[in-house]
């Protein structure tokens, strides 16, 4: 959302003043590194993509070197970009800076497997309850269809679970 407004901002300010011919073309270079930076390397990579397919189809209506030189500087500020998003990372996560979100990560991880282990016994419970329902066959045509997608259903998020349980040990 914020690098979607903030594009928006700079890409008005880009349009409004001659789009590829613009004075202010050379704020997108750091509009591309501030998204690099500030949000991650690969949505640089993406405005950078976006912003170089709209000037593309805009020149192809009136090509002249000038915007040729500006469109292939825009693509190659998007690399600089991406390395100083990542190198950013690196610098950050060396200074001790991004273990806050590494203890979140290790916590939300916790709670999922606590929140497992408790939801498990339940969705076992209504697996063989279902299983019952089934096998008695005392249930309307219906409502014994609606009963077997239901367990289909239950059986299959018994399996997600086991999945991302298996995934997060």
Known sequence: MQTSFLTFLVLIL????????SPFL????????????FFES????????VLVVLFLIEVRLDPNTIQAVNIIALCLTAPV????GRKFLELKQARGEI??????????????LFWLSQAKPTLV???DTTSQIIA????????????KQTHKNLLDLHQS????EKELD
């Open 136 to 147: 008695s066959n005392s249930l309307p045509f219906r409502l014994q269809e609606k009963i």
């Open 26 to 37: 050379f704020i997108l270079d750091f509009l591309l590194i501030t998204v690099a930076l």
């Open 81 to 84: 970009a991406f390395i100083f």
């Open 14 to 21: 880009v349009f409004s003043t001659g789009s590829v011919n």
């Open 125 to 127: 419970d209504l697996i």
């Open 161 to 164: 679970v086991n999945a991302l």
């Open 99 to 112: 273990t806050l979100l590494q203890n979140t990560l290790k916590r939300e991880e916790t709670d999922t």
């Open 42 to 49: 690969f949505q640089a990579a993406l405005v950078a993509f």
